[in-house]
T-cell receptor, first 118, second 114 residues
Framework: AQKITQTQPGMFVQEKEAVTLDCTYD???????LFWYKQPSSGEMIFLIY??????QNATEGRYSLNFQKARKSANLVISASQLGDSAMYFC???????????????FGAGTRLAVHP | NAGVTQTPKFQVLKTGQSMTLQCAQD?????MYWYRQDPGMGLRLIYY???????DKGEVPNGYNVSRLNKREFSLRLESAAPSQTSVYFC?????????????FGDGTRLSIL
């Protein structure tokens, strides 16, 4: 069965430094997608970045980049130049294929709470 | 830009009561989803609708029913609420199955069952 593991319940980082949030996944399907979402204390889910299993390049979106190591089944999120507003829960998620042949469902990890210190 | 709108935002129920959580999206997305989020856990899929007219069970469907009313609206019903259903419920939508585009989430409904 597909599974997402985030082994860091909490992380601390100094403002303006970079931080890496870990995510490993398990799937037997060669086609899948990996997402990172941010959930601030206000509760909404904010999409950050996406990596497809067949993408040749690591995904980047502004200060966010995804360190995708397919052989190790890891998809770590790197936040460069941390800001106080980056303090939030971060969830890694994998889209798995559905039985109907489409890609419907997201499986989420338990999340990592990031605190950015001034 | 409304995106995904959920109502209500907060609700307190007594055990055994029923209620329906409403969700509407204005992005012309084909697929819609209901998740629950419990403390210390990620989101778990309750039900989803790949397209108008279809619904399927997710990881934790017991105690819930859904209705895909039209392309825009996807409701979640608790027929007889139980304390174990106390959670934050999120509705989400995406363009279609197979799309690399992300799911867009509503702001959530905080549901407490006494």
């Amino acid at each position: 069965a597909q599974k997402i593991t985030q082994t860091q319940p909490g992380m601390f980082v100094q403002e303006k430094e970079a931080v890496t949030l870990d995510c490993t996944y398990d799937t037997s399907d060669p086609s899948y997608g990996l997402f990172w979402y941010k959930q601030p204390s206000s509760g909404e889910m904010i999409f950050l970045i996406y990596q497809g299993s067949y993408d040749q390049q690591n995904a980047t979106e502004g200060r966010y980049s995804l360190n995708f190591q397919k052989a190790r089944k890891s998809a770590n999120l790197v936040i460069s130049a941390s800001q106080l507003g980056d303090s939030a829960m971060y969830f890694c998620a994998m889209r798995e294929p559905s039985f109907s042949g489409g890609y419907n469902k997201l499986i989420f990890g338990a999340g990592t709470r990031l605190a950015v210190h001034p | 830009n409304a995106g995904v709108t959920q109502t209500p935002k907060f609700q307190v129920l007594k055990t055994g009561q029923s209620m329906t959580l409403q969700c509407a999206q204005d992005m012309n997305h084909n697929s819609m989803y209901w998740y629950r989020q419990d403390p210390g856990m990620g989101l778990r899929l309750i039900y989803y609708s790949a397209s108008e007219g279809t619904t399927d069970k997710g990881e934790v469907p017991n105690g819930y029913n859904v209705s895909r009313l039209n392309k825009r609206e996807f409701s979640l019903r608790l027929e007889s609420a139980a304390p174990s259903q106390t959670s934050v419920y999120f509705c989400a939508s995406s363009e279609s199955p197979g799309s690399p585009q992300p799911q867009h989430f509503g702001d959530g409904t905080r549901l407490s069952i006494l």
